[in-house]
């Protein structure tokens, strides 16, 4: 797995594209593969972002919990001028200037240059620090893992609105070609119709479903432009962008296969939960620290000048310090209470996905294997559609068949095409879910 912090500098970089005005492609005019919609999609869309965000938020929580184990260094400087008599002999003090001619009562005024460096270091606290940076990096982890479950639902997001653009474009590829049946029902029904071989009442009836499946077509159509709109969404583009073409016989729609096993423990969401589990549990270690003595050593040198008397002197402290807190009312006994409480909710929480993680394969694998079943039971169904079209159609042309019967086999050789499109893409996404469903991305690498 790539370390997070190459990981969110190879995404930053995407990031950076994207502001300098280069859209990660976005306007290009070639066709949409499913390949570049993935790409455009992690790159682009804001949920994914968001996940960028996030991780790199928790690699500065263990930046920060890591400095704890660092010596801490700091400056100060400072001028001051002062009459009173404590400040005044402390400034004369330190810049070597004492002389028994001084009044203590009135020092008059004296002003002091201090600069100041000082090293302090933690020898011990009681765990503290450890388990503070043991947290951070379950964090990190848990941020990890969950960028990377953001990633598989918004691949199989890209699968669902990517192959919706199909299906309503073989739709109304479907609804045009009953267009022309009607048209040419029509067409043969005028010409009996003149002949006086046919009632007008069936000559109308065959008009009015013309215009009928004129107006499905006008659905279809309309319904291929908000599939088109939701595409440009989910991949992170501006919904008014404009037409979107896709490439035709992608093969990346190949490498949505079915997955090896069904086990979910690469769930990236079960894991991100166990991590936090353990970053709660270290957050436990650390509130118990709290209840240890903790000890820091220091150092530190001064160097004081002043102009008034025009004198100056150098200094230096160091030592140990311990700290042990005796008595505070009870907040450590509460930060600990809280901390358990913490980790608890996040174990029962981590069974929870686990239980409905389970659940969802098993809808996702019923869904897979209906979407497998409708496939084959509506190719068969458009077989026997097609020939009944074309039985049908030559019967009404030479007049042994009423234009009712004939509009019913229309309908349904419509309906049966309409009802494959359907299978056929629903098969597709089941199967992107199902892989999604076991920690899996929706296409397999090439």
């Known amino acids: 797995m790539m370390p997070g912090a190459l990981r969110f500098a190879a995404w930053s970089l995407a990031a950076a594209a994207l502001l300098a005005g280069r859209p990660a492609r976005l306007g290009a005019t070639e066709p949409w593969t499913l390949d570049r919609a993935l790409e455009a999609a992690f790159a682009n869309n804001p949920d994914a972002r968001i996940a960028r965000h996030r991780m790199a938020g928790a690699e500065a929580m263990l930046q920060q919990a890591q400095a704890d184990r660092m010596p801490q260094l700091s400056l100060h400087a400072s001028y001051s001028q002062t009459n009173s008599p404590m400040a005044a002999f402390g400034s004369i003090l330190n810049q070597r200037a004492f002389d028994s001619s001084l009044d203590f009562n009135d ?68 609804v045009e070609a009953g267009v022309r049946s009607y048209e040419a029902a029509v067409d043969a029904g005028r010409a009996r119709f003149d002949a006086g071989r046919m009632l007008k009442a069936d000559l109308l009836s065959l008009e009015v479903q013309l215009a009928q499946t004129r107006e499905a077509l006008i659905l279809a159509r309309h319904e291929t432009s908000l599939a088109g709109r939701s595409f440009l969404f989910v991949i992170g583009a501006d919904a008014s962008a404009g037409s979107v073409e896709l490439a035709p016989g992608d093969s990346a729609l190949e490498r ?131 020939e009944s079209a074309a039985l049908s159609r030559a019967r009404f042309s030479e007049g042994a068949l009423q234009a009712s019967e004939l509009i019913d086999v229309e309908s349904r050789l419509i309906g049966a095409n309409t009802r494959h499109i359907l299978a056929r893409a629903d098969e597709r996404i089941a199967l992107a879910d199902l892989r999604r469903s076991v920690g899996l991305p929706p296409i397999e690498k090439l």
């Open 107 to 174: 020092p008059g005024r004296i002003d002091n240059l201090n600069l100041t460096g000082t090293v302090a270091y933690r020898l011990y606290d009681g765990g503290q620090t450890a388990s503070g940076i043991t947290a951070a990096r379950h964090g990190v982890r848990s941020n990890e893992e969950g960028e990377r479950a953001t990633l598989h639902r918004l691949g199989a997001e890209v699968v669902k609105a990517y192959l919706n653009i199909r299906k309503t474009a073989e739709a109304v590829t479907a």
């Open 256 to 386: 949505i296969r079915m997955p090896v096993t069904l086990d979910p423990s690469p769930r990236p969401e079960l894991i991100a939960l166990q991590a936090a589990f353990d970053a709660a549990r270290a957050r436990v270690a650390a509130a118990r620290g709290e209840r240890r003595p903790s000890v820091n050593a220091f150092a530190s040198c001064q160097h004081d000048r002043g102009w008034e008397l025009d004198e100056h002197g150098s200094g230096w402290i160091a030592g140990v310090a311990v700290d042990m807190n005796i008595f505070d009312g009870g907040a450590i006994s509460g930060r600990i209470r809280a901390s358990e409480a913490a980790m608890a909710e996040a174990g029962e929480l981590l069974r929870r996905t686990q239980l409905a993680i389970g659940l969802e394969i098993e809808q996702a694998k019923l869904a897979q294997q209906q979407a497998v079943e409708r496939v084959s039971v509506t190719a068969a169904a458009i077989a026997q559609a097609e």
